[in-house]
């Protein structure tokens, strides 16, 4: 557009009144198309200057921000904003030249409450930043689904975590019911009462009554959020020193130990408690995969903006189907534990923002990949050569 300005300016003193005219009823109706493309859109967007003066607000930043008036023009894109929220945010991102994306804010709308999405981007034409562009979407109705969609897994999940309970506590319930009916039993019957025989019936009640307990701690843990306290730290750090813990363990077992942890990873937001009782529960269901011994290797890399964490073992393995349902709680395959160890293992991986994957064959072993965000940095805007600033 501008090079063909430029070429009808040099012509101009060339061309007769009706070409004038031809030529700027042109450039107005390209204009107007312009004008009528950004006030269609449904998300906000907003221009300034290089000097951060407001140039051009679309209709649907008016219907989403509130502007102090309705005279924007030629003042700083932040004093046009009524909210002091993203006024802030604005001001502080264009003056420390940084671009900023996916930035959420709450806005009390007519008594209910939107969600924005704001993005500042640079506004590069020819390599030389003319300025920069806000973009604003309205992501209410994304979370409220996204809302509904956690509340009807959670039911769901709260259904199937129930019903385990329900059939967990059965047996100890039952097994307590008999030893005190037993202990009722000798007493009624005034017999003289063997001591020992008491001390084993109040034995095995104490146990069941701890088994209970764990059923309950670990519904408990299931249901209930987690407070993760997320700080930026190095997966490799964690990993290392779980390793170095439970490695006595594996050789007992009979299981070698391969670790392979790439250097320099980015670091990544995580809660090394949780973390550790996370990849702690997937090292047990690997070693109980092996019963006879094997090979737990545990790697680490990066790819892009991702770190990934794999355990692969030479186990048992599993069917298509098994793997469905490794991650549901209270399915197990195994004659011991509660079943709910790989479920707790998948909430913490996910309250971490990762991703776990399964890959697996019967009589050929187990590959759990885990992938984790690297947590993105504030990215400066294009200097004045094209390079950053």
Request: proline letters at 3%; one cysteine or more.
């Amino acid at each position: 557009m501008r090079k063909f300005i430029e070429r009808a300016i040099q012509k101009l003193p060339k061309l007769d009144e009706e070409q004038i005219r031809t030529l700027i009823m042109d450039l107005a109706t390209e204009h107007e198309r312009i004008e009528l493309v950004l006030d269609s859109m449904n998300d906000g967007v907003m221009v300034s200057a290089t000097d951060h003066t407001l140039v051009l607000v679309n209709k649907a930043a008016e219907r989403m921000l509130p502007f102090v008036s309705h005279e924007w023009y030629e003042r700083p894109i932040w004093n046009a904003i009524a909210d002091s929220e993203i006024c802030d945010f604005v001001r502080q991102t264009l003056t420390n030249q940084e671009s900023a994306q996916d930035r959420e804010f709450t806005l009390d709308g007519n008594g209910a409450n939107r969600v924005l999405s704001c993005n500042i981007l640079p506004l590069v034409g020819s390599g030389v930043i003319q300025g920069n562009i806000l973009h604003i979407e309205d992501i209410t109705e994304k979370r409220a689904r996204e809302a509904r969609l956690r509340r009807a897994e959670s039911l769901a999940s709260l259904t199937t975590l129930a019903a385990g309970v329900a059939h967990e506590i059965k047996n100890p319930l039952g097994s307590i019911g008999i030893h005190i009916q037993l202990l009722q039993k000798a007493l009624r019957a005034q017999e003289q009462i063997d001591r020992e025989r008491m001390e084993d019936y109040v034995e095995v009640v104490n146990e069941e009554v701890d088994r209970l307990n764990r059923i309950v701690v670990d519904f408990l843990f299931a249901v209930r959020p987690i407070d993760v306290q997320l700080e930026e730290r190095s997966l490799n750090e964690v990993v290392h020193d779980l390793l170095e813990f439970v490695k006595y363990e594996l050789e007992e077992a009979g299981i070698e130990l391969i670790t392979e942890l790439e250097e320099g990873l980015d670091a990544i937001h995580l809660d090394e408690k949780y973390l550790k009782q996370a990849l702690m529960n997937m090292i047990k269901n690997a070693m109980a995969a092996m019963p006879g011994g094997g090979t737990l290797r545990v790697s680490t890399t990066q790819r892009g903006d991702d770190v990934i964490l794999k355990l692969c073992d030479n186990g048992l393995g599993m069917s298509d189907e098994l793997i469905g349902k490794i991650f549901e709680p209270y399915f197990t395959t195994k004659d011991f534990g509660s079943g709910i160890g790989l479920t707790l293992a998948y909430k913490v991986i996910k309250e971490h923002r990762g991703e776990i994957a399964v890959i697996s064959q019967e009589g050929k072993g187990a590959t759990f990949t885990i992938t984790f965000p690297v947590p993105q940095k504030e990215q400066h805007l294009l200097g004045w050569n094209g390079d950053q600033a």
